[in-house]
């Protein structure tokens, strides 16, 4: 699979700049989307500048990362998190409150400039989930593990072998709906059935589609779903020669 970035993930560190109840202009940063109210405490979003350093001790000259910042009781400014980093331009392309078993949660839909180095189509593209309670706000890692980070991507002959699901508000709610969302939220393996025949690929925590095994699942399998992330699903079978648990394109299954 694509090389994951890796979430950066602060809990409750409070920076000593002041937020507004209003407005996340005091900061100083530059917005990178619309701040959001939730249950009285204000969402920032909010370009953070690189501070890596090049030779010679000069600050990068990449583009800035997003941070998420929270307001506080007593009107500081809460650094939450930061979206994954690529190294290049990158923007918010929604951020909206859905439920989850009956719990809302904050979906935050973020997308990147490929680097050239990368096997990338077009964008790159994440899901974070973040959880809250009153003035708490905590990332679900788990549930942003599903949504992972992808972008499409070519074949040898230049056809596209797999898109990125969940690049906008629809797609997500649908995800949450289905029940793949649901398996991997609870933590339940369910049965499927493979709709029609379809590579299969290696990877233990996630999937290895660089190494396209000549292992494939034929029409009709049954299968049992262990575990999902940006539109791959990892399977369980028994096959004629031996066990197989391997991942697939998620498409591929049907319930």
């Known amino acids: 699979m694509i090389k994951r970035l890796s979430f950066i993930v602060l809990l409750i560190c409070v920076e000593n700049t002041a937020l507004g109840s209003d407005s996340c202009n005091n900061m100083g940063l530059r917005t990178a989307y619309n701040p959001l109210k939730i249950d009285g405490s204000l969402m920032c979003f909010l370009y953070t500048p690189n501070t890596s350093e090049k030779s010679g001790n000069s600050l990068s000259s990449d583009p800035d990362g997003i941070s998420l910042y929270s307001s506080t009781t007593n009107g500081q400014a809460e650094f939450l998190y930061e979206l994954a980093y690529a190294g290049t331009k990158n923007e918010i392309k929604d951020a909206f409150l859905s439920s989850v078993n009956g719990e809302k949660r904050l979906f935050v839909i973020h997308s990147m400039e490929a680097p050239s180095s990368w096997d990338i189509v077009d964008d ?24 992972d980070l992808g972008g499409d991507s070519m074949d040898d002959q230049g056809k596209l072998k797999y898109i990125y699901p969940y690049k906008d508000k629809a797609s997500v709610e649908n995800a949450i709906r289905s029940p793949i969302f649901k398996s991997v939220e609870t933590s339940t393996p369910i049965s499927a059935i493979v709709r ?15 190494d396209v095994s000549q292992r494939y699942a034929s029409k009709n399998d049954r299968v049992t779903l262990e575990d999902s992330m940006a539109g791959w699903c990892k399977v369980s079978y028994t096959a004629e020669i031996a066990p197989i648990r391997m991942w697939l394109i998620c498409d591929a299954i049907g319930f």
Do not use: C, H, M, Q
Request: proline share 3%.
């Open 124 to 147: 790159l593209y994440n899901v974070s989930v973040i959880n809250f309670d009153g003035e708490n706000f905590a990332v679900d890692l788990r549930l942003s593990r599903f949504f």
């Open 196 to 210: 029609e025949k379809t590579a299969l690929y290696g990877g233990d925590l996630e999937p290895a589609t660089w």
